[in-house]
């Protein structure tokens, strides 16, 4: 199975940005799509978007539309989430996960992602 491991949270300011990684070990990590999500105290675990398998395609959800960005670097066994503009209602413990040749058509599904990090804590002060 593939393990990944999330780094790069902590706490930032209004208005700034942070960049998030997600380390991948074990299984061909180029055969899996790897998508964000977050969750805040209290709430359910909310999609974000994904980066396809393939790399062809990248989906993002409506919270993230616009201020988000996923990428990976292959060659490094590596995905990001780059955040700006970034709000206190950003706060939150964000997740990568990996799908088995995922496409990015659509919202993640919590359960079609099969492979989960520990986490790493973003907190946006105001």
């Known amino acids: 199975q593939i393990q990944l491991v999330e780094s790069g949270g902590g706490l930032v300011q209004a208005g700034g940005s942070l960049k998030l990684s997600c380390a991948a070990s074990?299984?061909?990590?180029?055969?899996?799509?790897i998508g964000w999500f977050r969750q805040a105290p209290g709430k359910e675990r909310e999609p974000l978007g994904s980066?396809?398998?393939?790399?062809?395609?990248?989906y993002y959800s409506d919270s993230a539309k616009g201020r988000f960005t996923i990428s990976r670097d292959n060659a490094e066994n590596t995905a990001y989430l780059q955040m700006t503009n970034l709000t206190v209602e950003d706060t939150a413990v964000y997740y990568c996960?990996?799908?088995?040749?995922?496409?990015?058509?659509?919202?993640?599904?919590?359960?079609?992602?099969?492979?989960y990090g520990q986490g790493t804590q973003v907190t946006v002060s105001s």
């Open positions: 996960a990996a799908e088995l040749y995922g496409l990015a058509l659509e919202e993640p599904d919590v359960n079609k992602f099969n492979y």
């Open positions: 074990g299984r061909t990590f180029t055969s899996y799509a």
């Open positions: 980066i396809s398998w393939n790399m062809y395609r990248t």
